[in-house]
Nanobody, 126 residues
Framework: QVQLVESGGGLVQAGGSLRLSCAAS????????MGWFRQAPGKEREFVAGISWNGGSSYYRDSVRGRFTISRDNAKNTLYLQMNNLKPEDTAVYYCTARESRGSVIVTAGSSYRFWGQGTQVSVSS
């Protein structure tokens, strides 16, 4: 049974930092490309960042590039998202996702990701 469990969300002031983690079980983690998506109230789900199976390539949406860093530890079956200089517009539920791929191209379409976590709330106050 595949499980993706996010943690690390919370309430932070603008300019602050948070580090999200996603613990994976029931999957051959090193065979999966991973991603982070988010959904704010009343808005569509959007791609935030993605990373290839070995961490060799990554990609970010424009609004977070330079502030967020995605990484993974295949030995620990864990995905991370370091978020710095947070802004109120980053407020959303953040989801960890996985898709079977050993390629280097990062896919941004949510429909391409097979497994999803339950999400963790990130709230940024102004």
């Amino acid at each position: 049974q595949v499980q993706l469990v996010e943690s690390g969300g919370g309430l932070v002031q603008a300019g602050g930092s948070l580090r999200l983690s996603c613990a994976a079980s029931g999957v051959a983690f090193s065979s999966f490309a991973m991603g982070w998506f988010r959904q704010a109230p009343g808005k569509e789900r959007e791609f935030v960042a993605g990373i290839s199976w070995n961490g060799g390539s990554s990609y970010y949406r424009d609004s977070v590039r330079g502030r967020f860093t995605i990484s993974r530890d295949n030995a620990k079956n864990t995905l991370y998202l370091q978020m710095n200089n947070l802004k109120p517009e980053d407020t959303a539920v953040y989801y960890c996702t996985a898709r079977e791929s050993r390629g280097s191209v990062i896919v941004t379409a949510g429909s391409s990701y097979r497994f999803w976590g339950q999400g963790t709330q990130v709230s940024v106050s102004s």
